[in-house]
Nanobody, 124 residues
């Protein structure tokens, strides 16, 4: 069992920045990657970014490339999502999740445990 807790969400204006954090606890030794997903009102949850615990390989969805940066602190079992130049379309509940798989890391079904989510609202 892995427990995930997100934090750092809030209400900001377009162009502002936020940093989300996700702390993992429990049986984290077998986790291969930790990802961020988001769900906007009336839309399906979508992939945002992911990072592998070991090699630090990263993947991003196209719409956030150049604006968002995912990073990790293995000693703290924490993954961060630095979000810059936020846009109103980034408004969503952001979830972190862990995967024990080494493939298809942009797919929700590859993730086993999920956090409760943190709200990010970007006003225009």
């Amino acid at each position: 069992q892995v427990h995930l807790v997100e934090s750092g969400g809030g209400l900001v204006q377009a162009g502002d920045s936020l940093r989300l954090s996700c702390v993992a606890s429990g049986r984290t030794s077998s986790n291969y990657a930790l990802g961020w997903f988001r769900q906007a009102p009336g839309k399906e949850r979508e992939f945002v970014a992911t990072i592998t615990w070991g090699g630090g390989m990263t993947w991003y969805t196209e719409s956030v490339k150049g604006r968002f940066t995912i990073s990790r602190n293995n000693a703290k079992n924490t993954v961060y999502l630095q979000m810059n130049k936020l846009k109103p379309e980034d408004t969503a509940v952001y979830y972190c999740a862990v995967s024990n798989l080494q493939f298809r890391l942009t797919v929700q079904g590859s993730y086993d445990y999920w956090g409760q989510g943190t709200q990010v609202t970007v006003s225009s």
